[in-house]
């Protein structure tokens, strides 16, 4: 058997019996002290479950370059092997959450745990002190064999085992949001890593070989490096063909929209949240060319449901006023409107093969941080 799997079934057989367990004791941590239900039993799986983090932690140590010889005795999964780990992956901010749907747990922490903070240091852990108390004087120590200490001490046996079986998941972007991030536990899951190195891509971060962090989640998305690469290119074409249309446009020499513009760039000047989209603006000054405001409403109502920026796709879609809606009040609140719709289009056509490389046919990874991810370019 593949050790990796070895670890792995140790595990869920633990998870089976803490579920089971939950079956006789109420997990709760509401108007009651059941957290700190402790018996012989629960003991019991304490240590079975720290030993079990002993042993993974020293593969782990060896594995990632630990220096130490495997069998020597001066070798502590706590201040060698989770310190490396630790090193490695910052494991001290990697979260889990507890989802068992039989487990009735309010309190933040109870349920969202950062199992390995601080377990690189000796007797630093709720769950590691306890297990130290249990393991050498189980009876004066019985107390700390609890329900909190356990499930404690499971969380952070379920995390070293998601690093030590590295799995590393290929999916479209459309699909991310189905994947599994407990992996199988019926206990915990993981935090959903963020897409941060995603979107950098689409705005045109440039990468270099710059190393990828991740936070809360021990994992990492990014494209795959073949997807990240035509990423590039698409969206480099794309910003070569935005750039040959806007060259060839005639309002750029026309001082309206030349006011339009600089209009446009003093109100993001003084409200950064409202971006100037150069496209909007262009098929704003467009449509109220076409739809001038000093004709009569009746006339100017008869241009504007005749222009394919009323009868535009977007526009249809969102189900904006009729045309027996169409007031002198609200007409060119809605002339605007469809201007900014009509730009949204034309960036879309624009933007078609840059997004249907990005998101339609866009693979990404999912991988573990270990201090080494980063784009292959």
């Known amino acids: ?16 019996e803490v579920l089971e367990l939950s079956k006789y004791i109420f997990f709760t941590d509401t108007n009651s002290h059941q957290l700190e239900t402790y018996s012989v039993h629960i003991a019991d799986l304490l240590v079975r479950v720290c030993v ?3 042993a993974i932690s020293k593969e782990l140590y060896f594995d990632n370059g630990g220096i130490k010889p495997r069998g020597s005795k001066d070798i502590f999964f706590d201040e060698d092997c989770l310190a490396l780990i630790n090193k490695l992956c910052k494991t001290d901010l990697k979260v889990v959450k507890i989802v068992a749907t039989n487990f009735h747990l309010e309190k933040i922490e109870n349920k969202v745990l950062t199992p390995l903070k601080n377990a690189h240091k000796r007797s630093k852990v709720f769950w590691a002190k306890a297990y130290q108390a249990v393991k050498h004087d189980r009876y004066n120590s019985l107390h700390y064999g609890n329900v909190k200490a356990l499930l404690q001490s499971m969380g952070a046996l379920f995390l070293l085992n998601i690093y030590y079986r590295d799995i590393k998941l290929t999916t479209k972007y459309l699909e991310l949001h189905k994947i599994d991030m407990g ?6 899951t993981l935090e959903v890593p963020l897409q941060d190195n995603i979107t950098a891509v689409l705005n045109g971060e440039e990468f270099n070989n710059k190393i990828l962090k991740s936070t809360t989640s021990p994992y990492i998305v990014k494209y795959t490096d073949s ?7 698409a969206r480099k074409k794309y910003l070569d063909d935005i750039k040959a249309y806007w060259i060839s446009q005639p309002e750029l020499k026309e001082p309206a929209f030349i006011q339009q513009m600089l209009e446009a760039a003093e109100r993001e000047k003084k409200h950064p949240q409202s971006c100037v989209i150069p496209f909007w603006e262009l098929c704003q000054y467009r449509l109220n060319k076409k739809v001038p405001n000093h004709l009569l409403f009746e006339e100017r109502k008869k241009l504007f449901v005749q222009t394919s920026e009323w009868k535009g796709r977007i526009r249809q879609i969102n189900k904006h006023l009729k045309e027996n809606e169409l007031t002198p009040e609200n007409i060119q609140a809605e002339i605007n409107r469809a201007g900014v ?9 624009f933007r078609n093969d840059f ?3 990005s998101f339609n046919d866009g693979y990404c990874e999912i991988v573990l941080d270990k201090g080494n991810v980063r784009y292959d370019v």
Do not use: C, H, P
Not at 183 to 188: E, H, P, R, W
Not at 341 to 346: D, F, S, T
């Open 1 to 16: 058997m593949n050790k990796t799997n070895l670890f792995w079934q140790v595990y869920l057989n633990l998870e089976s």
């Open 52 to 54: 079990e983090v002993e």
């Open 183 to 188: 992996f199988g536990s019926k206990i915990f």
């Open 227 to 233: 997807v990240y690469k035509q990423i590039v290119e």
């Open 341 to 349: 719709l009509a730009g949204m289009e034309l960036d879309r056509l």
């Open 355 to 357: 997004e249907r490389k």
